[in-house]
Structures are given as structure tokens and as C-alpha cells.
């Protein structure tokens, strides 16, 4: 067990709704990241945040967004979703929010069907 | 041309082999190299991370960073068949942020 935790597991909606993934880091980690897992793309960045704040940007669509609340937990905003948003969303953690996140911590994942 | 390239696969060794696991990366500014670990339905793990060139050890595992060449491997010793997984390597700046991964190798040990 990592210690990072998201909900929902498993996730089925119909295209151009709304869903909200969440993240509960590791006791302590500040940081938290969300990475999208598909197929066709491998393991794919989407956001950071430290301490509340948006750190990086990586492939996010402008459909998405992210926040990190005062008590560090994270939550992912997907909407007008497409057949294509179908995957793996995962979140990490780490302790620091100062260079590379040698040590993120990853959950299990939460796995997206859009229908 | 991806960043980072990484050949998925499927590779299948007997028991007992050497298993041998490479990337090959295009942008010389990547510091740090890590490889994980995924097992089906799960989230990725942390195997070992390596700073800039060299070799390092853990146990049947040894991470190997060549930047003149810009590859990296991943050598697993005695193979089981609990390290059957797909094996994603994945670098990042110095001083940044985001990491880049590898599509992953899908990596199946026969007993």
C-alpha cells in the first residue's frame, strides 16, 4: 500500500458529462501530481501541486482542471468528456515540491469509461 | 519523436534469466532516471532512481545511465515470476518538475 489514495476505483459515464476524481496524498507529501494512463499513450503528465498551488503543467487539456485543498487532498475535474478520456487516471504524491519527483508515490488509479 | 522511447514488448524469459530493459531518451538536460514497476490493475511503484551517469544496485536489480549516449537499463538478475510486469523508465530536469515516462515493457517470467 502506498499510502495515496483515490476514489472512485472505477468510473462509467456517458460523453459530455462532468466527473471528479479524487486524491488523498501520503500523511506529510505536499506535493501531489495526476498522470493519465491510456493504451495508445503510455503514462502521460497532466498537473502538480504544492501546498496548494499549481507548480507544472503537462498535457492537460483545457477541458480539465485541477485543485489542491488546504488539507493537501487533491481533486481532478474532467468535463465535456469524449470517448477518448477513457483511461487510467492516477494520482501521486511526494514530499517535496523543489526538483524532480524521484520518489512519487502513486495510487491505485481510478479507471474512467466514457460511453 | 517521443523524449523518451521505450520498447513495449512483450518480452518472455524463462525462469532464472537476465533480463535486460532499456530507454533511449533525446534531451541531454534530463538529470534524473528512474525506473517502476506496475503489476496489472495497479498503480506504479518505484524501483530505483539514479542522478546523472552511472550504475546502481538494489539487490537482483541495477540501473545503468549512459548520457553520452542518452540510454538507460534496467538489469534484473535471477528473474522470477513475481517480476512479471510492465516496467516504465522515466527521467526528469534538474530542478523540474514533471516526469516524462517511457511507454512501458510489458515483461513476462515463465516458471
Known amino acids: 500500500d502506498s499510502g495515496v489514495t483515490q476514489t472512485p476505483k472505477h468510473l462509467i459515464t456517458a460523453t459530455g458529462q462532468r466527473v471528479t476524481l479524487r486524491c488523498s496524498p501520503r500523511s506529510g507529501d505536499l506535493s501531489v501530481y495526476w498522470y493519465q494512463q491510456s493504451l495508445d499513450q503510455g503514462l502521460q503528465f497532466l498537473i502538480q501541486?504544492?501546498?496548494?498551488?499549481?507548480?507544472a503543467k503537462g498535457n492537460i487539456l483545457e477541458r480539465f482542471s485541477a485543485q489542491q485543498f488546504p488539507d493537501l487532498h487533491s481533486e481532478l475535474n474532467l468535463s465535456s468528456l469524449e470517448l477518448g478520456d477513457s483511461a487510467l487516471y492516477f494520482c501521486?504524491?511526494?514530499?517535496?515540491?523543489?526538483?524532480?519527483?524521484?520518489?512519487?508515490?502513486f495510487g491505485q488509479g481510478t479507471r474512467l469509461t466514457v460511453v | 519523436q517521443k523524449e523518451v522511447e521505450q520498447d513495449p514488448g512483450p518480452l518472455s524469459v524463462p525462469e532464472g534469466a537476465i533480463v535486460s530493459l532499456n530507454c533511449t531518451y533525446s534531451?541531454?538536460?534530463?538529470?534524473?532516471f528512474m525506473w517502476y514497476r506496475q503489476y496489472s490493475r495497479k498503480g506504479p511503484e518505484l524501483l530505483m532512481y539514479?542522478?546523472?551517469?552511472g550504475n546502481k544496485e538494489d539487490g537482483r536489480f541495477t540501473a545503468q545511465v549512459d548520457k553520452s549516449s542518452k540510454y538507460i537499463s534496467l538489469f534484473i538478475r535471477d528473474s522470477q515470476p513475481s517480476d512479471s510486469a510492465t516496467y516504465l523508465c522515466a527521467m526528469s530536469y534538474t530542478g523540474g518538475f514533471k516526469t516524462i515516462f517511457g511507454a512501458g515493457t510489458r515483461l513476462f517470467v515463465k516458471a
Open positions: 501541486y504544492y501546498n496548494g498551488e499549481e507548480r
Open positions: 539514479t542522478y546523472s551517469s
Open positions: 534531451n541531454s538536460a534530463f538529470q534524473y
Open positions: 501521486a504524491s511526494s514530499g517535496g515540491g523543489t526538483g524532480a519527483d524521484t520518489e512519487a508515490f
